[in-house]
């Protein structure tokens, strides 16, 4: 599929989803797979299942890089990284905005309480994200020992994680898990 | 080693390079959750932010759009340059990092079928979830004299974990219930 009406389609749809992706990235895929697969037909769900596990396991911005493969796969290497700043363009310009506005926010005197209350409810947020990969990649009692061994080594020594991440890596491949 | 800056002390200097440079590692190497990988080049190496500051700015990303990772490279660059140091931050984690994924992905993309690669993926991202609840534990320890931090934070995870609550709605209850709290709260040294 190689036509321009469908790269700015695709391109202007992005826009408008980047803009709006509270909770992050994956927040905007069930409307993205419903806008490019089912409603123009420009990829099969398949290839957008693989574009996401993909992502999944390389290093690098992936979501971003999850937006770049479907540009890819519907106009070639210019509409992919013309998907790429559609996604993180938008953001990044609003978080400036906001930030500029945080930092003057923070100056005021009554601002301790607001700082005190907002950050535990994040944290619990980040927690319950590592709860649900936890979930999602569980097929055992030994990959939740994985799960755990990986929490505890990150708390109380100062192994460094890329260890770890190749000793999951490494037990994966070897279909311990 | 992180060493907690005192009240009043200026803030570190940090270079146009330094930024980049920072946040093309974190980006690089962010397998398993790069909010592991950003508090441990933010907060323990660089020194740049204490647990405080990057749960504050790790919060501020819930109610903007995009990536949370994204936000931070955003406030973390502004913070410390201005707006050629958030410019510095987003290239350092996308420019290299992006074309790097690009190629291997494309490459990942014919093999996605094979078994080995989706027992190896699963195997990582059982050590990812790892380190990311840890991450979140050590987020938590500036909050350990406080039990309505440790209520809300348990709430917080409840309703996501366990009640699969929507986030954006989660978030908009959650938040002004635990500002209201800490106003209530005996004012805390610091």
Redesign the interface.
């Given at each position: 599929m190689n036509t321009p009406g469908a790269s700015g389609t695709l391109i202007g749809h992005l826009i408008v989803l980047?803009?709006?992706?509270?909770?992050?990235?994956p927040?905007m895929l069930p409307d993205l797979r419903d806008y490019v697969v089912a409603g123009h037909g420009w990829i099969t769900d398949q290839d957008f299942a693989?574009?996401f596990?993909?992502?999944?396991?390389?290093?690098?911005?992936?979501?971003?890089?999850m937006m770049?493969?479907i540009g890819?796969k519907i106009g070639g290497l210019p509409i992919?990284i013309a998907s790429?700043f559609a996604?993180?363009v938008?953001?990044?310009a609003?978080?400036?905005v906001?930030?500029?506005w945080?930092?003057r926010f923070c100056e005021a005197r009554w601002q301790?309480?607001?700082?005190?209350?907002?950050?535990?409810?994040?944290?619990?947020?980040?927690?319950?994200?590592?709860?649900?990969?936890?979930r999602?990649?569980?097929?055992g009692w030994s990959?939740v020992a994985?799960?755990?061994?990986?929490?505890?080594?990150?708390?109380m020594t100062r192994v460094n994680?890329?260890w770890?991440?190749g000793?999951?890596?490494?037990?994966?491949?070897?279909?311990l898990? | 080693m992180a060493y907690p800056r005192e009240a009043g002390q200026t803030a570190p200097r940090v270079t146009l390079p330094a930024l980049f440079g920072t946040f093309l590692q974190i980006s690089m190497i962010g397998f398993g959750g790069p909010i592991v990988w950003a508090r441990r080049f933010l907060v323990e190496r660089q020194g740049w932010l204490d647990d405080q500051e990057f749960a504050e700015i790790l919060s501020l990303g819930q109610f903007l759009p995009g990536p949370n990772v994204i936000c931070m490279t955003v406030c973390v660059g502004s913070k410390f340059r201005g707006p050629a140091g958030a410019m510095a931050a987003v290239a350092g984690f996308i420019l290299i990092p992006w074309t790097v994924g690009f190629a291997i992905g494309a490459l990942f993309l014919h093999y996605t079928q094979i078994a080995l690669m989706q027992n190896i993926m699963r195997g990582v991202s059982a050590v990812g979830a790892g380190l990311i609840i840890a991450t979140g534990i050590r987020l938590l320890r500036p909050h350990r004299s406080r039990k309505i931090a440790s209520l809300f934070a348990a709430l917080a995870f409840a309703g996501l974990a366990f009640a699969k609550l929507p986030l954006l709605p989660l978030v908009l209850v959650l938040v002004p219930l635990s500002i209201a709290a800490a106003f209530y709260e005996r004012p805390i040294a610091g």
């Open positions: 980047s803009m709006i992706s509270f909770g992050g990235i927040a693989n574009c596990a993909v992502v999944q396991a390389i290093p690098g911005p992936n979501m971003i890089l770049s493969f890819w992919a790429a996604t993180f938008p953001p990044c609003i978080s400036f906001v930030f500029r945080w930092e301790g309480p607001v700082r005190r209350g907002l950050t535990p409810v994040t944290i619990g947020l980040v927690i319950a994200g590592g709860y649900v990969m936890a999602a990649s569980d097929v990959s994985v799960t755990a061994a990986a929490a505890a080594l990150l708390l994680p890329l770890m991440l000793a999951g890596a490494a037990l994966g491949g070897l279909g898990l | -």
